[in-house]
Every structure is written in C-alpha cells, then in structure tokens.
C-alpha cells in the first residue's frame, strides 16, 4: 500500500518567515495531495491540494509543489502568522477509489 | 463544500460497553464514507470505508467484528465500537467525497467535527 512519509515533524518559525513542509509518497498511481491544517481538539480542514496533472498551485499565501518524477510535494506558507500555527497533514490518494493516506504530521509554531 | 456531523462529540464509557458514532452528510449524498482514528499526537489512520448498502471494507490490522459499521443510507453510517476497552480510546472522524467526473476524482474530502471517545 501506500506511504507517506513527511518531514518535519516540528518546525518553529519566526512571525513573518516562510515555512517549509515536505512530503514524498511510494505508490506511483497516487495522482491526488491534498494538504489539511488541524487544530488541537478539531476536524482537519483543506488548505489547497493539487492533482498530478499540475506541479505547482498557489492560493494566496499557500502553495503547493509537486515533483512526480521524484515521488515529492512540499507545503510553502509565506509571511506565515500566528494563527498558522497548527499541525499540517500531507496525504495522498489514487483517482477513482478516494482513499487518501496522510502523512505524519508537522507541528507548526509560528513565534510572535 | 460538504457538510459533516458527528454524533456524539464526545462519550465516556465504562470499559466492556459498545458505543455507537453517528457520521452523517447533511447536503450530499454520499454511497461512499470513511472511517479515521486517530490517537493523540498521531496522525490520521483509515479504519473502514463505508459503502451505503453492501459491507463495509476493512484496513489491515482493523477487527471488522469490533469496529461494526453500518451504512443504511446516503447520508448516514455508523460505527460501533463493541466491548470498548481503554486502548479503544481515540478521536474517531469521519469523511465524505464530494464528486466525481468521469471516473476521475475532482473533489474534496470533507470531515465531520470528531468524536473524543474515552473508555475507563
């Protein structure tokens, strides 16, 4: 099956700074990455994802690489803030069957 | 987008009990639903996905006969945690798909608020 592997597990930030997660998946069918923002005590919400047929998406101060070649995608926040802090998860699923496996987790803290 | 309920959000039992979790989509109708656990500080783990009217598909390593799951309609599943032990202690959510076109996934996972589930 699928694995995700993903890295940092803690990355702390200066307010203001960029912050970088990376993610790198085994299973060569995998064509769907999504990325969640979780709170403590909450649901994971979507942040953006990106299908394989795009490498790169951006939504603000969110964006999205992906390298299919490599088997990698990466997280990029810029101008991050306090309220980015959180825990970020990278999936990956396959079309059709709508299975997703999520990553470790990367405990965000961005510093006042 | 899709919108989750859970039901409870959270339940303390005793240890021996069963616990049923309700998950359902209330604007979408959903033949597809899954099943995450996830223990604190630990990522998110698919237990089950839940197909409306035929049985439930099970990861490897998940009991099928402890973890029961039900999914009568196109807008609700349930899970049953039977005879609940404190190691079944965990945040169970659940999760729709939203769309499909062609035969090509192009929508969005949406998660229910959770249910904090603790076993004494």
């Known amino acids: 099956g699928e694995n995700v592997e993903q890295h940092p597990s803690t990355l702390s930030v200066q307010e203001g700074d960029s912050a970088v997660i990376k993610c790198t998946y085994s299973?060569?069918?995998?064509?769907?990455f999504p990325w969640y923002k979780q709170e403590l005590g909450k649901r994971p919400q979507l942040i953006i994802d990106?299908?394989?047929?795009?490498g790169e998406k951006k939504d603000q101060r969110i964006a999205v690489t992906l390298n299919k070649t490599a088997k990698h995608f990466s997280l990029h926040i810029t101008e991050t803030q306090p309220e980015d802090s959180a825990v970020y998860f990278c999936?990956?699923?396959?079309?059709?069957?709508?299975?997703?496996?999520f990553g470790t987790g990367t405990k965000l803290q961005v510093i006042p | 987008g899709a919108v989750v309920s859970q039901h409870p959000s959270w339940v303390i039992c005793k240890s021996g009990t069963s616990v049923k979790i309700e998950c359902r989509s209330l604007?979408?109708?959903?033949?597809?639903m899954f099943w995450y656990r996830q223990f604190p500080k630990q990522s998110l783990m698919l237990m089950a996905t839940?197909?409306?009217?035929?049985?439930?598909?099970?990861e490897q390593g998940v009991e099928k006969d402890k973890f029961l799951i039900n999914h009568a309609s196109l807008t609700l599943s349930t899970l049953t945690v039977t005879s609940a032990h404190p190691e079944d202690s965990s945040f169970y959510i659940c999760?729709?798909?939203?769309?499909?076109?062609?035969?090509?996934?192009?929508?969005?996972?949406?998660f229910g608020p959770g249910t904090r589930l603790t076993v004494l």
């Open positions: 839940s197909n409306e009217g035929s049985k439930a598909t099970y």
């Open positions: 999760s729709v798909f939203t769309g499909t076109s062609g035969g090509t996934r192009v929508d969005t996972q949406y």
């Open positions: 999936a990956s699923g396959a079309g059709g069957y709508q299975k997703v496996t």
């Open positions: 299973d060569s069918a995998s064509n769907y």
């Open positions: 990106i299908r394989s047929n795009v």
């Open positions: 604007d979408f109708q959903a033949t597809t």
